[in-house]
C-alpha cells in the first residue's frame, strides 16, 4: 500500500487535470509533510513524469527511470512526457546505448546518462528461465497491451486476443 495516494487518476479525467493537479499536490504533499527529499525518482512516461516541471521549478533533483526513450511519434502523449521529463532531470537511467545517444543528440550531458539495462526484459527472461524446465501442462503468453489504442477499440483488442490465442 502505498503511503500517499494522491486521488489523481479516475474516470473522466483528462490529461491536463491529471497533469496540472499532480504538479500542485505532490508539491504541497512535500512542503505539508515536510518531507526533504534528495531525488524524486519517476519511472516511465505516463502522464505523472510531467510534474517535473514543478518540482524542477522547486528547486527539486529528479531522475528519470526509462529515460532517452523516442519513437518520434507527436501524437503519443508519451512521446512528450518523455522529452519533458528528461530535459528536467540531472540523473537519467537509460536502457539501453542507443537511448544515451538518443538523449545526447538533445544536448543533455553524457555524464548525467547511466545505462541500466530494461526491467521488463530482464524480468520476462528471468520468467522463461523459470518455466524452461517445468513440464508442458499448457501454454504460457505474455502480452502488453496498455497502449490505449489497442484496449479502447473494442475490434482491434478482440484481434489482439485471437492472435495471441493463436499462437
Known sequence: KPDYNLEIGGPGKEHFHQTSELSI????????ENLDPDLICFLG???????????KKEGYKIAHIEAGMRSYDKRMFEETNRGVCDHCSEYLFVYHDNYKEKAMKENIDANNIF????TIVEVANQMKENFKNR????SHIILDVHRPENFNDKTRLKNVIRFANDM
Open 25 to 32: 499536490k505532490i508539491i504541497e504533499l512535500i512542503r505539508k
Open 45 to 55: 512516461d505516463s502522464n505523472s513524469v510531467v510534474s517535473a516541471v514543478a518540482l
Open 115 to 118: 545505462v541500466v539495462g530494461n
Open 135 to 138: 513440464p508442458r501442462t499448457f
